[in-house]
C-alpha cells in the first residue's frame, strides 16, 4: 500500500518518543499520550485510502501530490477518524489539530505539546515525510518551551527510538 510502511513507522516511532517523555516528565496520563501519538497522523492513511478508492489505477495521484493533499487535510480527517472509532474525545481532539498553535488556557495544552514534540522527534529520527530539523531546532520549538524540554531530555529521547524500533521490526 502507497506509503504505509513509513507512516507507520513514524506514528511508532513517536509513540516510543512520547512513551519516554512521559517518563522524563512525570506524565500521570501515559497510555493516552502513548495512544494519542501512535494515532496521531490516522487522517494521513484516511486521506491516502480515500483518495485511492476515488480514482481509477490510470489516475492515480503522483506522490508529491498525494503528500501535499495529506499534509492540508490529514488533522479533519483524523478528527473524523477518532470520531468514527468512539475514541475519547481528547484524542480526537488533539488528531484534530497537533500542528497549530497552543492556547494557553487549552485543557489539552499538555497531550498536544507531547503529541507534537514526538511527532518531531519521530522526523529528527527519520522517520517522517518531513526534511529532519537540522541542529537543535528541536529544542526551540514552541511544544519543546511548553514542555520544559531540556537538551538532555531530548538526547535521551532520541537516543532510544532507533533501538526501539529495531525491535519492533523483529
Known amino acids: 500500500p502507497l506509503l504505509a510502511q513509513p507512516l507507520w513507522e513514524h506514528s511508532l516511532a513517536a509513540a516510543y518518543a512520547v512513551r519516554h517523555l512521559c517518563e522524563a516528565l512525570r506524565f500521570r496520563h501515559r497510555h493516552l499520550a502513548f495512544a494519542t501519538a501512535l494515532l496521531h497522523d490516522a487522517g494521513c492513511r484516511a486521506v491516502r485510502l480515500t483518495l485511492a478508492a476515488a480514482a481509477k489505477p490510470e489516475q492515480a495521484l503522483p506522490v508529491p501530490i ?36 497552543i492556547a494557553a488556557d487549552d485543557r489539552l495544552a499538555g497531550l498536544k505539546a507531547l503529541t507534537q514534540m514526538a511527532d518531531q522527534c519521530a522526523v529528527r529520527c527519520g522517520h517522517g515525510e518531513e526534511e529532519k530539523p537540522i541542529g537543535d531546532v528541536l529544542l526551540h520549538c514552541p511544544a519543546a518551551k511548553r514542555l520544559g524540554i531540556h537538551e538532555q531530555n531530548a538526547e535521551q529521547v532520541l537516543s532510544a527510538i532507533p533501538s526501539l524500533m529495531l525491535r519492533a521490526s523483529t
Open 66 to 101: 498525494l503528500r501535499q493533499l495529506c499534509a492540508r487535510l490529514h488533522e479533519e480527517a483524523g478528527l473524523l477518524v477518532a470520531q468514527r472509532w468512539g475514541l475519547p474525545d481528547s484524542v480526537a481532539q488533539v488528531m484534530g489539530n497537533h500542528h497549530g498553535e
